[in-house]
């Protein structure tokens, strides 16, 4: 690889400072330390001793533990640093109520600092449960599989929906890049996943601020891009495990997370993609099965999403048409209770309080939509990569790159595109399609 990939992103130019922003906002991230680097394992009890903590509460699962946290925890030990610890006996940790009170009891009173070694899972429940307790926490991380290292968001499963609560970032992400080279390929591939979903997510941003006037920071949109070009073009030297391709590709992924942070929410790095993949995760744990990491999926979706949006660049909708459409409540509320089982009283919940699928609100997009239709489809066009670029990129970390792969049936596949849009109150691809009236037709034209 060339030093010009590897240099690419500089972290530390985007924390411990106030940024004025041509978007009118001022972003800062409350990370202080990113040391992503070989030997950053040795550097974990200097870090921890710069800020002052004096008792360190680790939690690790059953691979993470040993794959991280017992040579963390050595160090420590002999540093001097106390420390107690809670390993988390799952195969794959579910974020639930269950698995934030097995935690929460294990913590000692007086511990000042938790220090989550994990990615995913552990990442999202040591943000929540710290912010709970009022403690700092630290991210030890043993594979670059997700985006959400530095975010403030915490994914949850809570009363079956898939949830983000706003809760902390860490104040440290630490990261040996020989630890992360030597992850399971799966979870590296799960990382790149997440990081190309970013095109269609974007998409989703950029049309929104298009059509409802959302809020958009084209700084913070080529932050992300950055981490997207540097994941697209490292995919072979990632393949190989080259600790410096994995080293750049743990930088994206952190500075997606920086973005998030910036603007305060998730926009930056989940769009219609990820509501596909929140969607099966959900569907799955409701069947007792264990989903696929969240990367996975949400690769997947970036592909269904590709697909979704080439057809409607073709389009010529008919918007009288679309604005006629009545809705019918009653028939919307009988789907979700069908296809969200047991998570569906909070997605009504959801509606009452969003009014996304609002006749009003729905025709005042429409307006817009028709006005800017040529330009909508040229951005569309201009934006998104080819579909097989991505499919082959995928397969070529051995990452599927069909819903049916990860055991979505075309049944779920064709509800996914009408529904997984009620998970959130965000403007997407998904809700574009359904405002359009296009939702359902689309869903019987795609195939798996
Ligand atoms: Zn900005
Ligand atoms: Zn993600």
């Not at 972290?11 to 992503?36: A, E, F, M, P």
Request: hydrophobic share 40%; net charge negative.
């Amino acid at each position: 690889m060339t030093d010009k990939q590897t240099e690419r992103i500089d972290l530390n130019s985007y924390i411990n400072r106030q940024i004025t922003c041509s978007c009118g906002h001022v972003h800062y991230s409350s990370v202080k330390l990113i040391d992503i680097d070989q030997g950053a394992t040795l550097r974990l009890p200097e870090h921890i001793r710069r800020f002052g903590y004096q008792k360190v509460f680790i939690v690790a699962d059953i691979n993470t533990w040993p794959a991280a946290g017992e040579k963390a925890a050595e160090l420590l030990d002999k540093a001097g640093i106390p420390f107690a610890k809670v390993i988390l006996n799952y195969e794959e940790v579910i974020p639930d109520e269950r698995v934030i009170g097995e935690i929460m009891t294990a913590y000692p009173m007086g511990y000042d600092l938790v220090l989550a070694v994990g990615s995913g899972t552990i990442n999202d429940l040591c943000k929540f449960v710290s912010h709970r307790l009022g403690v700092d926490y630290m991210v030890f991380a043993s594979a670059p599989s997700m985006d959400g290292f530095v975010s403030i968001g915490s994914a949850l499963m809570l009363n079956h929906v898939k949830t983000t609560i706003d809760c902390q970032g860490p104040v440290a992400v630490i990261g040996d890049t020989d630890i992360l080279a030597a992850a399971p390929m799966h979870l590296i591939a799960a990382g790149v996943g997440d990081t190309l979903g970013k095109y269609t997510c974007l998409l989703d941003w950029k049309l929104a601020h298009l059509i409802t006037g959302e809020y958009y920071c084209p700084e913070v949109v080529s932050m992300v891009e950055t981490a997207l070009q540097t994941v697209r073009s490292l995919s072979a030297e990632v393949q190989q495990r080259d600790p410096a391709a994995i080293k750049a590709v743990t930088e994206a992924l952190v500075l997606t997370g920086i973005a998030m942070s910036f603007v305060g929410n998730s926009r930056p790095a989940s769009g219609c993609e990820h509501h596909m993949a929140h969607y099966w995760e959900m569907k799955a744990l409701m069947e007792g099965k264990m989903p696929e990491k969240h990367g996975t999926q949400v690769g997947v979706g970036m592909i269904l999403a590709l697909k979704l949006y080439d057809k409607l660049a073709d389009e010529e909708p008919d918007f009288e048409a679309a604005m006629k459409r009545p809705f019918d409540r009653e028939a919307w509320q009988q789907k979700i209770t069908e296809c969200y089982g047991q998570a569906a009283e909070g997605i009504l919940a959801l509606e009452e309080k969003a009014q996304k699928n609002d006749i009003t609100k729905r025709n005042q997009r429409l307006v817009v939509m028709k006005e800017k239709w040529p330009q909508i489809r040229q951005l569309i066009r201009d934006y998104l990569p080819e579909q097989h670029e991505m499919i082959q990129l995928m397969t070529s970390l051995n990452a599927p790159v069909s819903p049916e792969e990860i055991g979505v049936s075309a049944k779920r596949t064709r509800e996914t595109i009408e529904v997984a849009k009620e998970v959130r109150d965000r403007y997407t691809l998904l809700q574009i399609l359904w405002d359009l009236g296009l939702a359902g037709k689309y869903a019987e034209e795609i195939r798996n």
